[in-house]
Nanobody, 115 residues
Framework: QVRVMESGGGLVQPGGSLRLSCRAS????????MGWYRRTPGNQRELVRS???????TYADSVKGRFTISRDNALNTVYLQMNSLKAEDTDIYYC?????????WGQGTQVTVSS
């Protein structure tokens, strides 16, 4: 049984920082691309940042220069460092992890940016 669990969300003031974590656990698996998504106004999930097993990253233009993604393969964990947060970053952030070439989603963690 594979589990994907996010943590690190919360309330922060505009201009502040948060770090999200996502860990995959369970039976033996091959870890692939890991990424973070959030919802669009149309309730679709849009990519925020992702990182492949070799360390190549992608990002949404809206977070360029502000959000950084990293991973620790020994811990099966991916991190999203979010700096210079804006009110429009408020959302539920979902972790997506490819395990044995299949995508697995976490339950999401709420990030609220408000004064």
């Amino acid at each position: 049984q594979v589990r994907v669990m996010e943590s690190g969300g919360g309330l922060v003031q505009p201009g502040g920082s948060l770090r999200l974590s996502c860990r995959a656990s369970g039976s033996r698996f091959s870890l692939g691309t890991m990424g973070w998504y959030r919802r669009t106004p149309g309730n679709q999930r849009e990519l925020v940042r992702s990182i492949t097993s070799s360390g190549s990253t992608t990002y949404a233009d809206s977070v360029k220069g502000r959000f950084t993604i990293s991973r620790d393969n020994a811990l099966n964990t991916v991190y999203l460092q979010m700096n210079s947060l804006k009110a429009e970053d408020t959302d539920i952030y979902y972790c997506n992890v490819y395990l044995n070439s299949h995508p697995h989603w976490g339950q999401g963690t709420q990030v609220t940016v408000s004064s």
